[in-house]
């Protein structure tokens, strides 16, 4: 690797890790200490999970046509301010409705600095070892979430949850900016620009186009289900370790050590995808993660759901370095952006749904043992969506490779 793609890589470790893990990441500590500051259920608190996957998801579109057609550098510099400004107004909101709102507006800085924009700005650079790019790339996210994990653990318990996020923003705002303005180039998009007036019009990929394929809506439903079960659940994990009888501390040492097993997963698991069928891949992370959920749902105790806990975050660590080789292997890298926002919005019916009724049954039922239920047959329609995925590109590379009878 050159020093513009390691420059690239560092500044999306950076970003993403900063946007992903301030916000999803953690948002499950803060369910119970803002209930209780307002006086709400766990299912308001939750609606404010919902509220970022629904603007993550449907921001994702134009986004992706920005980073395609405009300047990624400008694109992440928006997010930054935006999540800065976010989480420090979120510290001094007086009422659940201003956290809602807020709660919007962080969904829409999210992928201008995620894991959309990760796969879009270190795909145009890493034209070999793409797995391994991104990979590395999208360690941020569990890097950084180990440390916020940890430290929300320890800040809300002693000085209110406040008081963190006026923390978090402060170091958003500290590494995120600098490590935008040196790593990210100005004109990382004319290399792109000149490769796609290069390509035949065959390999062009219009939305319409997009959702025509039947190869790229399967993708989408992996990325849907896979990512939209693991935020709605990770949303929760804090408050299930404490109905477990964990503390605020042990729950944030959780969430920070799977974070670190997400950190193996996705540094393993995204080398593979250069030397191994991505696709199968994506069929053992789902394996892993019905046998977790099944663990969870038959409630051992709290030694062996923390334990599920972190297996599955080795897992779900793959998920992204996996399915953004994939795009950029099926549709192209001048179409990553746009073929990764559209696919964002296979997320929301997962992201927007589950994390508000998990905290319902939670509420109702006094526990998560339906919800790990659910999460299970989520993840096994997954497994039947990378089966059929599996079939449909076999089938594409025979038509493709068959003689021709001319």
């Not at 700005?121 to 996210?141: D, E, F, M, P």
């Amino acid at each position: 690797m050159d020093r513009r793609t390691r420059g690239v890589i560092a500044a999306a470790f950076i970003a993403q890790g900063l946007a992903v893990g301030s916000t999803l990441a953690v948002f499950s500590l803060f369910i119970r200490p803002v209930a209780e500051t307002f006086g709400a259920s766990t299912l308001e608190v939750s609606i404010g999970i919902s509220l970022i996957m629904l603007s993550l998801a449907t921001c994702g579109v134009p986004i992706g046509i920005w980073l395609d057609r405009g300047t990624p550098k400008y694109v992440m510099f928006t997010g930054c301010t935006l999540m800065t400004t976010t989480i420090l107004l979120a510290s001094i909101a007086q009422s659940l409705g201003a956290l809602a709102a807020l709660c919007v507006i962080s969904g829409i800085a999210i992928p201008m600095l995620g894991p959309l924009t990760t796969a879009a700005v270190v795909g145009k650079v890493a034209s070999t070892q793409r797995g391994r790019a991104l990979g590395i790339a999208n360690l941020g996210i569990p890097v950084f979430g180990i440390g916020f994990a940890f430290a929300a653990g320890f800040a809300i318990e002693a000085s209110g949850w406040r008081t963190t996020l006026q923390l978090f923003a402060s170091v958003i705002f500290i590494l995120g900016f600098p490590a935008i303005a040196f790593g990210i180039p100005t004109d990382l998009n004319e290399s792109s620009r000149s490769e796609a007036k290069q390509v035949a019009p065959a390999d062009h990929w219009t939305p319409i186009r997009l959702l025509a394929s039947w190869e790229f809506r399967l993708i989408a439903l992996i990325l849907g289900i896979g990512m939209g079960t693991t935020t709605g659940w990770v949303a929760h994990v804090a408050p299930y370790l404490n109905d477990l009888g964990a503390s605020m501390r042990f729950s944030g040492g959780i969430l920070g050590m799977m974070q670190g097993a997400m950190m193996v997963g996705t540094l393993v698991l995204g080398t593979m995808a250069d030397r191994r069928s991505p696709v199968r891949i994506l069929l053992g992370v789902f394996g892993v993660q019905i046998a977790c959920f099944g663990v969870l749902f038959s409630d051992f105790g709290l030694i062996a759901a923390s334990a599920a806990l972190l297996v599955a975050g080795v897992a779900t660590g793959g998920l992204l370095p996996v399915l953004s080789h994939l795009f950029a292997e099926q549709f192209g890298t001048a179409n990553l952006g746009r073929s990764m926002g559209l696919a964002n919005l296979a997320i929301l019916p997962f992201g927007f749904s589950l994390p508000m009724l998990a905290g319902w049954l939670r509420d109702t039922t006094g526990s998560y043992s339906t919800t790990t239920l659910l999460c299970m047959a989520l993840v096994l329609v997954g497994a039947f969506a990378v089966t059929a995925l599996s079939a449909t590109l076999r089938r594409a590379s025979r038509v493709t490779t068959a003689p021709s009878l001319s």
